[in-house]
T-cell receptor
Framework: GAGVSQSPRYKVAKRGQDVALRCDPI?????LFWYQQALGQGPEFLTY????????KSGLPSDRFFAERPEGSVSTLKIQRTQQEDSAVYLC????????????????FGPGTRLTVL | GQQLNQSPQSMFIQEGEDVSMNCTSS?????WLWYKQDPGEGPVLLIA?????ELTSNGRLTAQFGITRKDSFLNISASIPSDVGIYFC??????????FGQGTRLTINP
């Protein structure tokens, strides 16, 4: 079955380069989330979309981070002028509805993009 | 930063043993979730808990939502090799934002 897919799976960037990470959510899922996972840590929330609307971007670490979901399906996380501290796995997740009360509405995670900034 | 504290950080057990891990928070959470993450993959939901005091099972896994709503535990009975991985607790902060613990890494010796 088609789960959440992310590309590229691995990205190496030189400090100062811009990168773009893509997420293809499960078809029909309304909500889309981005998380950052540092080595040895749990995922940390970055931002959340409901359809094309970005409803929460409180977790974005700086204005170098920008996310979009223009047509309410595919999303792109862009990081400008990458720094070494941006090195992490970037996880995307999607869920079918906006309620948290129904089993089956959980956030389904993709495999992540491992970003290494040299 | 993380608001959920998991313990232990790592466990080394023999196949067939039971496992217990827990998660505590200084804040109240209304929903507790337990995820498992395998290397190179995203977390997969194991159990969801919605009510204080709730005890829920999923096969060999059992989890409980603490009465104070500030803690939860996960038990795995009769561990098998495929249980190896990192287990995360998580709670919702607001309607959709998930907050994760730092994880418990489980290693099983055959």
């Amino acid at each position: 079955g088609a789960g959440v897919s992310q590309s590229p799976r691995y990205k190496v960037a030189k400090r100062g380069q811009d990168v773009a990470l893509r997420c293809d959510p499960i078809s029909g899922h309304v909500s889309l989330f981005w998380y950052q996972q540092a080595l040895g840590q749990g995922p940390e929330f970055l931002t959340y979309f409901q359809n094309e609307a970005q409803l929460d971007k409180s977790g974005l670490p700086s204005d170098r981070f920008f996310a979009e979901r223009p047509e309410g399906s595919v999303s792109t996380l862009k990081i400008q002028r990458t720094q070494q501290e941006d090195s992490a796995v970037y996880l995307c997740a999607s869920s079918p509805r906006t309620s948290v009360k129904v089993w089956g509405n959980e956030q389904f995670f993709g495999p992540g993009t491992r970003l290494t900034v040299l | 930063g993380q608001q959920l504290n998991q313990s232990p950080q790592s466990m080394f057990i023999q196949e067939g043993e039971d496992v217990s891990m827990n998660c505590t928070s200084s804040s109240i959470f209304n929903t507790w979730l337990w995820y498992k993450q395998d290397p190179g993959e995203g977390p997969v939901l194991l159990i969801a808990l919605y009510k204080a005091g709730e005890l829920t099972s999923n096969g060999r896994l059992t989890a409980q939502f603490g009465i104070t709503r500030k803690d939860s535990f996960l038990n795995i009975s009769a561990s098998i090799p495929s249980d190896v991985g990192i287990y995360f607790c998580a709670g919702f902060q607001g309607a959709q934002k998930l907050v994760f613990g730092q994880g418990t890494r489980l290693t099983i010796n055959p």
